[in-house]
Every structure is written in structure tokens, then in C-alpha cells.
């Protein structure tokens, strides 16, 4: 039988959980380069095609084939840890997701093998997609991304701080092209007070009923 998640809907306009871990849980992201590499990627391929920065990024990988996602996908919110990741997208094409995806995990292992001089698979099996068609989730699916380094972060400093999320950006710490929060964070008041509201539901909110049993049903199958 097929494990959970892997078998996928692809639906026009559908906001999807991504996620994916570490063959046997083993660490994907070993230092900052990793992390870095791998948050390139995203930006590569969700910026506009003409966007000066591209220009740039190719020089660094002048024989990658370019590929070019952005009227394909939005990234809402990311976040990466030592030995998974968790984005939140909502896919604009029917076939964009598969573009997507398929692209971000086959060219991170290239990079991830060659500079450790391993071969072999990296991530344990093909990612997993969790299409969220309660709205009401589409909020707390940031929570549950955002506050995943809370153990991992919280002993060395505040959260907006953890260097490999979309926090910052919902803060309004840093500001990403590729990187869609407004969405989200509408649902908020306008103006600057909305980033304090965000700050306040993602800290000050996680314990109540309600937000512990949505975060469980969003909960990284284990299995």
C-alpha cells in the first residue's frame, strides 16, 4: 500500500503542505551552504523570467537548464530543518507542482552528492503533498511550519531569528520576491499592526484546544 500522501491531487488553484525528510532520517541540510543552495533554488525558480537577479544566479550554475516556475506556483511559507523541509504552496497550473518538485529535489541531491561524494538516494522516497481544502487550515498551516524549530532554536534566541523560515518575512523583518505572505497575512488587519498580529497567533495562541488539534491533524506523518 502506498504511504500516506504519496499519491497526489493535483488541483488547479490547490494549496498544498510539501514535505519531505532525510532517508532514514538522516541530516539533508549538514551546514549553511546546504541551506543556502537550497533556498537558491527556490528563488531561481520562483522569480519572474526576466528578473535581474536571475542573470546572477545562472552564472553560479551555468549548466543547470533553467527552469522557471513563477506562473506556475506560489510559495507561501517555508521552512527548512536539519533533516527535513516543509513548504506551503498553492499551485496555479494543474501540472505546476510536479514541475515544480521535481526539479527542486533532483538538482538539490546532484549538488548534496557531489559535495559529499555519496551516491545514492537522499530523501526517504518521493516527497509527500497534503492538499488543504478546509481554509480555515490555511492560517495554521504557517503555524505549524513556522514553529517547527521551536525546540531545535528556542534555547539561542527568539524565533524570528531561526535563519531558514518565512517567519522573518511574515514579521516583515525581510522582504523576498519569491516568497508570497500577503495572502495569509490578510487575514489580519492592514498596515504594520498586521505583523504583530501574526507574531501574536503563531507565539502567544499555540497552546489553546483549538490550535493544538488542527496542529495535530497537520502533524509530519512518522511513518
Known amino acids: 500500500m502506498p504511504c500516506k500522501n504519496t ?13 519531505n525528510r532525510g532517508v532514514n532520517k538522516d541530516i539533508i541540510f549538514k551546514d549553511q551552504q546546504d541551506y543556502s543552495v537550497f533556498l537558491r533554488f527556490l528563488k531561481e525558480y520562483l522569480l519572474p523570467p526576466n528578473h535581474h ?18 506562473v506556475d506556483i506560489d510559495l507561501l ?15 496555479k ?10 526539479a527542486l529535489a ?13 551516491i ?37 534566541g527568539p524565533l524570528q531569528d531561526y535563519l531558514y523560515s518565512s517567519y522573518s518575512i511574515y514579521l516583515g523583518k525581510k522582504k523576498y520576491e519569491w516568497v508570497k505572505p500577503d495572502e495569509i497575512l490578510s487575514m ?3 498596515g504594520t499592526k498586521r505583523y504583530d498580529l501574526y507574531r501574536k497567533f503563531i507565539e502567544d ?17 512518522e511513518n
Open 7 to 19: 499519491i497526489k491531487q493535483y488541483v488547479e488553484g490547490g494549496y498544498y503542505h510539501i514535505y
Open 53 to 70: 537577479d536571475l542573470e546572477i544566479l545562472r552564472k553560479i550554475a551555468p549548466r543547470r537548464i533553467p527552469i522557471n516556475c513563477f
Open 77 to 91: 511559507a517555508y521552512c527548512l530543518m536539519p533533516n527535513h523541509f516543509h513548504l506551503f504552496v498553492k499551485q
Open 93 to 102: 497550473t494543474s501540472e505546476g507542482l510536479k514541475t515544480f518538485m521535481k
Open 106 to 118: 533532483t538538482n538539490y541531491v546532484i549538488y548534496f552528492n557531489r559535495k559529499y561524494d555519496r
Open 120 to 156: 545514492g538516494p537522499l530523501f526517504q522516497g518521493i516527497y509527500k503533498a497534503v492538499l488543504i481544502q478546509n481554509e480555515s487550515y490555511l492560517l495554521h498551516m504557517t503555524r505549524y511550519i513556522h514553529t517547527n524549530p521551536v525546540e531545535l532554536f528556542a534555547r539561542d
Open 188 to 190: 489580519f488587519s492592514k
Open 205 to 221: 495562541d499555540i497552546t489553546s484546544d483549538q490550535s493544538s488539534k488542527i496542529l495535530t491533524d497537520l502533524k509530519l506523518e
